[in-house]
């Protein structure tokens, strides 16, 4: 992480000898392994609805925070991330009160997709209700189908020289704003630097 000085919660925590040399037997009993085997680290910035601070699954979580999604750490910011690359993909869920939980991620042309896009009218702009509040795309299945960008990234440390992990940001909803606010900011620059020729820094 970027800075270890972080909250501990219930969540994985693993007791290791940090920085030891294990020479030839360094990952010995992990043959095999292949990233399928690994949880993808997604740092989330919580809302004022979200589970850990609406019903406090992790305590003393609040509004702004970063939570890293396989340690539960909330950490301690600023946080600073090397961009490596996107991605775009509409994810489904099953609704909250219906229990939740991953059903499928469908790519921005797939025919789930786009069909939902063209019923709304050609907006990508989730639909209101009869409040006026927007809701989410919805599946045949009725499940939630909700936009979202990945941007895959190396952790650095508080200095922002050396790498200490990698993470996924994510962004969907109201947070689709501050991603495209981020990507312009670093597509426009003078001279066109690659995207991983750029450091981000969170403000908490």
Known sequence: MANTDVTKVKGTEVAASAGFDYGE???????????????????????????EVEDQTIPGAKSGDLVNSVTKEILQQPLIVLPLEKEESWVEWVPRNKGGGLVDRHAPDSELVQRLIKENGGSRIPPKDAEGKRISFKSPKGNDVIETHYVYCLVLSEDGET??????????????????????????????????????????
């Open 163 to 204: 790498v200490e992990g990698y993470c996924v940001l994510s962004f969907a909803s109201a947070k689709i704003k501050a991603y495209k606010d981020w990507m312009t900011a670093l597509y426009t620059q003078k001279g066109r630097p690659p995207i991983f020729a750029n450091r981000a820094i969170s403000r908490g």
């Open 25 to 51: 037997m360094a990952h010995e009993g992990f043959e095999g392994t292949t990233i399928k085997d690994l949880s993808i680290p997604f740092i989330n910035v919580l809302q004022s609805n979200s589970p």
